[in-house]
Nanobody, 128 residues
Framework: VQLQASGGGLVQAGESLRLACTAS????????VAWFRQVLGKEPEFVAA????????YWADSLKDRFSGARDDAENTVHLQMNSLKPEDTAVYYC??????????????????????WGQGTQVTVSS
């Protein structure tokens, strides 16, 4: 299983970026895919999760007004659209995948421990 995060870069405050997480080696439609971000020296922070069935999105409350996204199962990809970026959005953005388990309680999609697979991360830097 591989998760490839891309689309990061250096932008100015107020600009936008669109990240992509492309998966291979798995049945994509069986997996919930999430984004986390991490600032150097701090704990990773949950950003969003896109459920395996495409029906439910989970967002960090502080970000949902500026961030959006969608999954494209035909391309095994989840996109994260980030608008009105702020310097405090500067971080390495990681995507992660969790395989659904029918009959089990709904997973805690905001918890890092939920996810079995992680990508390598893409750097987002927002200058003021």
């Amino acid at each position: 299983v591989q998760l490839q995060a891309s689309g990061g870069g250096l932008v100015q405050a107020g600009e936008s970026l669109r990240l992509a997480c492309t998966a291979s080696g798995l049945t994509f439609s069986d997996y919930t895919v999430a984004w986390f971000r991490q600032v150097l020296g701090k704990e990773p922070e949950f950003v969003a999760a896109f459920s395996w069935n495409g029906g439910t999105l989970y967002w960090a409350d502080s970000l949902k007004d500026r961030f959006s996204g969608a999954r494209d199962d035909a391309e095994n990809t989840v996109h994260l659209q980030m608008n009105s970026l702020k310097p405090e959005d500067t971080a390495v953005y990681y995507c992660a995948a969790h395989r659904r388990r029918p009959g089990r309680p709904t997973a805690d999609y905001g918890a890092r421990a939920t996810y079995e697979y992680w990508g390598q991360g893409t750097q987002v830097t927002v200058s003021s």
